[in-house]
């Protein structure tokens, strides 16, 4: 199998619509297949990496020359051919939780793993942003399928946060300083939902067709505020496989939004404004440093 000439990695973050741009990949994979190129899909690659960045786990704190070998003959395997290969994995920035720390993503997770693989090619970035305002509450819920949160913890983060609002910028800084020789492309989640097409083709690198229009993901879709309410009640000391069974089971069967349950919003409008203007002056001060790295649509998008 030739070498990869091009490794283009989707970072994420979390609640960006990450799920849904996978899973369009994917329905077109074949089709991309076609143009020399190989997109790796986070069910094969996911598990891989998660291997390698834990923590706990023997390879992330002996990682080493050894151990980045056996990772890259591992990597191997999953291709299928093209030298230009596509990845996307929320997790290499870390997990859903790191969203209420500060900095937000403190780990950069498993960026190692694709620091090691873009040694002797060429590599680009993606990322995709959104305002805290929505994206942390969704990060609760999605936080809460595997982890019982301490009492009245959501409320004391977000107090922390409205005060001392998290930053995008800080994020990309420290992502171009690990790979000052990468390109990086950012796009807002609004603009993902308006110009889904065009921004799946700039992350492709060509023009490989039509990407399918896919509805947005079930298991992704924010839940009500009473299943946010039950769920946290769940026993605290339930494996995380039942755990995330149960959740989900709420979620999405017993107390989906709709039928008078609203959706979850624990901020309140003077906080959410702070986090929203903090949201603008990101974009305002990325586009002043790194000229060019956020997407525009074109004319015709």
């Known amino acids: 199998m030739e070498p990869v000439k091009e490794l283009r990695v989707h970072l994420g ?68 051919g093209g030298d230009v290969v596509l990845l996307s994995d929320e997790d290499l920035l870390g997990y859903a939780y790191d969203l209420f720390t500060s900095p937000i993503y403190p ?19 993606f ?36 005060r001392t609002p998290p930053s995008w910028v800080d994020l990309v800084d420290r992502l171009m300083a690990m790979f000052p020789d990468a390109s990086l492309m950012l796009w807002r989640y609004e603009d993902y939902s308006a110009h889904s097409q065009e921004i799946l083709t700039s992350f492709v690198g060509q023009d490989v067709g039509q990407f399918p229009e896919l509805p947005p993901p079930v298991r992704t879709t924010s839940p009500s505020h009473d299943a946010i309410l039950k769920a946290e009640k769940i026993d605290r000391h339930l494996a995380v496989e039942e755990r995330r069974a149960q959740v989900r089971r709420i979620y999405y ?49």
């Open 13 to 80: 973050a979390h609640k960006t619509a990450t799920t849904h741009l996978q899973d369009t990949l994917l329905a077109h994979q074949n089709n991309i297949a076609l143009h020399g190129i190989d997109y790796i899909p986070r069910e094969r690659f996911g598990p891989l990496q998660r291997r390698f960045s834990d923590p706990s786990r023997w390879r992330k704190n002996l990682w080493s020359w050894p151990v980045e070998r056996l990772f890259k003959r591992q990597f191997q395997k999953l291709r299928e």
């Open 253 to 301: 069967e017993e107390l989906p939004i709709g039928d008078g349950r609203t959706a979850f919003k624990p901020l309140d409008q003077a906080d959410a404004a702070r986090l929203v203007d903090r949201y603008e002056q990101d974009l305002h001060d990325l586009e002043q440093r790194y000229p060019r790295m956020i997407f525009k649509p074109s004319a015709t998008s």
């Open 107 to 125: 780990d950069l997770r498993g960026l190692h793993t694709i620091r090691s693989l873009a040694k002797d090619t060429k590599l680009k970035l």
């Open 127 to 162: 990322l995709g942003v959104r305002s805290f305002d929505r994206l942390l509450p969704s990060a609760f819920a999605q936080t809460i399928k595997t982890i019982a949160p301490e009492p009245d913890w959501l409320d004391e983060v977000l107090t922390n946060m409205s």
